[in-house]
């Protein structure tokens, strides 16, 4: 193998990286709640998307099947195996596992404040409130990247 045959190995190894880092990526929350509003929101992305989705439950009586995207990573939050608040000895309150899930998600997953990551939050209100605030204030995404249930309000003061 020549050394121009080498270096043209190692640009296009080079362009497939780059190009897979300027993906998209979605991060999609939701609960018991929202799970048709989900499913609504699965149809309509591209087979080829990248990211993470992120169900609470109840119980694993709601646990179901749903056709996600071959990228995507479907993580369920039973609260019935969770505990809630440190030291309280406390169930695991509604929005409580998604916030804490997908926050630790976001931290270690969302880099730079321009990365392009698309958000899709249909949970209930109080862990969509959470997680929008640290993805806004601490992780530097857009609120233009956030949808939100507009019912809530969140990102009309934003």
Not at 57 to 85: E, F, H, K, N, Q
Not at 111 to 132: M, N, P, Q, W
Request: overall charge negative; aromatic content about 4%.
């Amino acid at each position: 193998m020549s050394i121009d045959s080498v270096s043209t190995t190692a640009r296009r190894a080079t362009t497939r990286r780059a190009s897979r880092a300027s993906r998209v990526q979605h991060l999609v929350t939701a609960d018991e709640t929202s799970l048709s509003d989900l499913e609504a929101l699965l149809v309509t992305l591209p087979l080829c998307s990248t990211g993470r989705i992120f169900v609470e439950v109840p119980d694993a009586s709601y646990i179901t099947d749903l056709d996600v995207p071959g990228r995507m990573t479907l993580t369920w939050l039973d609260r019935s195996r969770r505990s809630g608040a440190p030291g309280t000895g406390r169930g695991c309150s509604a929005g409580t596992a998604l916030t804490r899930a997908v926050t630790a998600w976001a931290d270690e997953m969302i880099c730079d404040a321009d990365d392009d990551t698309r958000v899709s939050l249909l949970g209930g209100y109080l862990g969509t409130a959470d997680i929008l605030e640290h993805l806004t204030e601490r992780r530097g995404v857009a609120p233009s990247a956030i949808h939100t249930p507009q019912r809530f309000g969140l990102l009309d003061a934003r």
